[in-house]
Structure formats: C-alpha cells, structure tokens
C-alpha cells in the first residue's frame, strides 16, 4: 500500500529551525489529516508547550519512535528524543484533528492511498495545499466525534438542539446519551430535546462507521434552572443571570486559561513542579496546571500563592474537567489547615477542581470530640484585596472550600461548591469579616452554603447563585449570618441577597438565617423559594433570632407565589 504525503505550507505556520525554535502564527486554520503505519514524518500537538514528532513505526515491535519537542521557560522549543509507546494503540485508526500551525512547513502529514504510488512519483507531485481524500480512503476513516448545541443554559422547561459537527465518513450512525447516564436517548443526526427538570447536565455522542467509533463527552454542558412558576412576572431568581457565563462555570465560561495564554509562564502537572513553580512565580504571571493533572497535596504543607499571581487550569475547555488538587486529610492538626493561601494582593484561582477530606455528612465534632480542630479549608486568604475564585468546582471540605478573612471586596463566583458538610462547619464559603461578592454558584449538599462570623462591617452580596440544598446537615441552613462571634450584640453590617433560586433539596433546611440584627441592614428580594421548610414557623424560608429589625425582605417568591414584604420571614425569640 503505497502513501502520498501532503507537505503543508502556510503563510504564519510554526518554522522550526536547526536548533529547534519555533515562532507562533496569531491565526492557525484547521486540517484533518490520517496518520498510517510506515516510515512517516509528522508532528502532533499534544499541549501547548510540547510537540511529538513521530519519526517511524518498528511493526516488530508494535511501537512508535518519537521525538518530543518542549518549550522551555525562556520560550524557546528544544527536542528531547525518546522511545515510547503511544497510549492509543488505534493511532493509525483514527482521523486526527491538526492545525496548519502544528505542522512546520518541513513536515510531512501522511494520507493513505489505495493505490501504488511510486516513489518518483511522490517526490515529483507533493501538492503545496491539503487536498481532499477520495471517497474510497475517507470510508476507512474512524469517525472524530464532535458537537455543539443551542440554548446552553435556562429555565427548565429547557429545549436544545444538538448540532453533531463530526468527521466521519460512508454510513454513520449515531447514539446520543443527553445525561450522560448510560442510556442512548436518540439515534438521530441532530436531536432536540428538552430538559423538564433543572439541572447541570452532562452530554455525550458516540458516532460509528465501518471503520469504527468515536465519543465527545462535554461534562456539565447544559444548565437547566428552576422551574418554579413564575413566568411573566418579571426579573427574578437565578434565571436572570446577566452575567454572560453559565451559572457553575465550566463549558461556556467565556474566562477559561487554556495553556496558550501569553501570561502562563509555567506549566506543571506534579507537586513538585506546582511547588517549584509558585515559589517561582511573580505579580502578573499564571501558573497553569494540566487539565489532566491529579495531585496529592496531603504530604506537604500549606502552599502560598504569591501576589498577583494566577493559578489557574482548563475547566470547561473542550470537555475538560480541570486539574485535581486533592488533600486527604489535615497532617498538623492546625485549625482550618488550607491547600492554598493567598500571598498577597490580587491573587486569582481559577479553573481547577479542589478536593478535601471527602467526609461524609455530619462528621466529627460530636460529644466533645475535637475533629473539628483538624479540619481543612480549600483556599484561604486574610485582608487582601482582588482576592478571586472562578470557575472552580470544590468539594468536600471539613471546615469551608472558601476562607475570606477580613478580605475587601473578595469574588467568588461562577464555581461548582458542594459537599461540604461536616459537623459544626462544614461551609462552601466562609467570612470572617469584610466583604465579598458570591455570585453565580451551584451550591449543593452543603451545611452552610455561605457563612458570615457577623463581626463589625461585615457584609457579602450573595446573586444569581442556585442552591440546590440537598442533605440535611445538622444545624444545617444554606446562607447564614451568625450573631458577633467577637461578642457584639449585633450581625455584621450590609447583607445583599438578590436573584438567587433556592430548590432547597429535601426542604428541611432554612435557606436563609439570619442570626441577630445586622447594623445596617439585610436586602433580601428578587429571590425564588421552591419549598416549604421543615425548620421554621409556618414553613417559611428565612428566619431571624432576636429582632424583627433591619429585614429589609421585598419582592420574593415562595412557593409559586409572589410576597411583596417580610411575610416568609420568621422572628424568633429566643
């Protein structure tokens, strides 16, 4: 079986020099190109700072010899030869998507024929351009799966049309799994579906020719929100959204950092590298840490993000869940020992998956024990300003996923925060004094979705977020303000709480407490209250201990009905 290889040239393609340098274009258009066993030269992306060159195929051995080429901190691409074998044993099965830019005009992408093709022949008629396949050689092609969709997020009932945007080639068919919960749900090219319930959900299509299958899974794709009854009644709940971005970040989110952003200075995928790197790092630079990346920080101590640095990973990105950083367990015995701690100013974190202790529901803090004291928080910072947490997803921390100490105007937004929820804490976002913006999360098994010590001046602005609520957590309310844990007879200062959809889950817990009376006052409109509540008089969703004072509770629904004053709040004495 004879090879045709197509020499790509491309005004802006990456040149690579005799001693390895390779200069970017600003726009790569996209090509296919089929990789073949034999004696080939061409050269894969594989992330944004390194390349494989495959150099031959040994059909002895079954492996590929490779040259990787890396780019180095000073920006330079060097090459360091290796022998290894691919991870997909299907190479030469598949279609690959390249970029013109990921080919130097010195490459070679091979396209099988089906014909001889003497030898003069190739060295006399390499066309200057990608040309298309025959019929006859695109038929032997595995599919590459691809989608997109329309109306990513709303209110459920939610209606979509999926666009399946594959390469495949002869008869295809295809199988869509709409929740990604093992069940096909439609055989069709380009389905419409509608979402009846709210919910994130996760996509998945497999498409299948005779050559083969390929699947695309986008995780957290389509957002449906609430379904409460309150069409044509204006600008209310977590379906007002105007933020530009899915509620919960991930696919959609306009902010992701991919690993080509001209302010990554570094890359990593180990503790060792992420140390190293943040050690490193200066105000302005991004730390960037492979989506697939799973790291264990249990065994080393609290890591500082300088100031003005970024940490940051690609969830969203093309179906990216974003890096893993996951701690097992508090090794000090320190009160809220944390992953990360702010360094400075302007400190971002964004994109990446934190983990704790996973504990289950209720955990530790029972008849005097002291488990609490070992509990971990995710990301911690104390009186920094520009202090942000975006499109995160954090789970499963002891004491909280967010720590705001004193901190002006702190942004946490856009993130995926569930399952925090051990006893006595158990927070998705934490204050203790200061300020904070908390806008367009998904909260979910949580005690406390957010939390606020109530210490003087205090005060967050809590919009757009949906609170799914489910678990019941003991003690267990969704936002709270506690009473001056520093003596004050009072409950900070200025609270916000607006557009936000509280489903509530099982609806044993409050959504909103409110512990004492705030000095200047607690806003509470615009929000839609799914469920009557086991925890308070009358079922109502919001309650205040020890004042009728400073409730300022306008414009709400509960319960498919809209209440214009402090009907769902419930003063108690005590």
């Known amino acids: 079986m004879g090879m045709l290889f197509l020499l790509v040239l491309s005004a802006g393609c990456f040149e690579q020099s005799d001693i390895g340098t390779l200069t970017p274009s600003p726009t790569i258009p996209s090509i296919q190109a089929k990789f073949v066993k034999g004696d080939i030269i061409a050269k894969t992306a594989s992330f944004a700072d390194e390349f494989r060159i495959i150099l031959k195929y040994d059909s002895l051995t079954g492996k590929y010899e490779r040259a990787s080429v890396f780019k180095k901190p000073d920006g330079r691409w060097y090459r360091n030869n290796e022998k290894s074998e691919f991870a997909d044993r299907f190479l030469t ?56 969709a329309s109306s990513l997020q709303g209110q459920a009932p939610l209606t979509v049309q999926f666009i399946d945007q594959s390469v495949s080639a002869g008869t295809s068919s295809y199988a869509w799994d709409i929740n990604n919960d093992g069940v ?15 919910g994130t959900f996760t996509v998945k299509l497999t498409v299948t020719n005779a050559s083969g299958s390929d699947s695309e899974v986008k995780t957290g794709y389509i957002t449906a929100t609430s379904s409460a009854v309150i069409a044509g009644a204006g600008d209310f709940g977590a379906e007002s959204n105007p933020t530009g971005n899915p509620i919960g970040g991930g696919a959609g989110y306009i902010r992701i950092i991919s690993e080509t952003d001209p302010q990554v200075k570094y890359v990593v995928s ?55 950083i996951k701690r097992a367990k508090n090794v000090n015995g320190g009160w809220g020992e944390q992953i990360f701690i702010a360094g400075g100013d302007n400190v971002r974190l964004t994109g990446v998956r934190l983990e704790g202790e996973m504990y289950p529901q209720d955990y530790g803090n029972k008849a005097g024990e002291t488990y609490h004291q070992q ?76 939390t606020g010590t109530g210490y003087a001046g205090e005060g ?67 929000n839609v209250f799914e469920t009557i509540s086991n925890a308070t008089e ?23 009905t809209l209440y214009s004053d402090d009907e769902i709040v419930s003063y108690i004495n005590q």
């Open 93 to 148: 099965e598949k279609i690959y998507p390249l970029k013109v830019g990921h080919v130097s005009s010195l490459s070679l992408v091979p396209v099988e024929t089906f014909e001889p093709v003497p030898l003069a022949t190739q060295e006399k008629n390499i066309p200057s351009i990608p040309v298309t396949l025959s019929t006859q050689s695109l038929l032997k092609m595995v599919p590459a799966a691809q989608f997109t």
């Open 184 to 198: 096909v749900d439609y055989t069709i090219k380009n389905p419409v579906h509608t979402y009846q319930t709210a």
């Open 270 to 324: 180990t503790a060792d590298q992420l140390i190293a790197a943040l050690g490193s790092a200066k105000s302005g630079e991004v730390v960037f840490i492979k989506g697939s990346a799973v790291i264990d920080m249990t065994a080393n101590p609290a890591i500082t993000i300088p100031a003005g640095v970024t940490l940051a990973s690609d969830r969203g990105l093309n179906g990216s869940l974003g890096a893993l």
């Open 375 to 450: 509990y971990l928080v995710g990301i911690y910072a104390k009186e920094r300003t520009g202090y942000e947490v975006d499109n995160c997803e954090l789970r499963g921390f002891a004491w909280s996923a967010v720590v705001s100490d004193n901190c002006v105007q702190s942004s946490v937004h856009h993130n995926y925060i569930h399952h925090n929820q051990a006893r006595g804490e158990g927070y998705g976002v934490a204050l203790y004094g200061g300020t904070s913006i908390i806008e367009a999360n998904i909260f979910d098994y949580n005690r406390h979705s957010i």
């Open 460 to 526: 967050y602005e809590a919009r757009y977020n949906i609170v799914k609520g489910n678990g019941n957590a003991i003690g267990g309310h969704h936002f709270d303000v506690h009473q001056d844990e520093r003596g004050g007879s009072f409950a900070g200062n200025l609270y916000k709480i607006h557009h936000n959809t509280f489903q509530d889950g099982n609806g044993k817990m409050a959504s909103i407490a409110i512990r004492q009376r705030p000095v200047t006052g607690m806003y509470i409109d615009h």
């Open 538 to 560: 009358g079922g109502v969703p919001i309650w205040e201990r020890d004042s009728n004072q400073n409730m300022f509770v306008t414009n709400n629904y509960w319960n498919g």
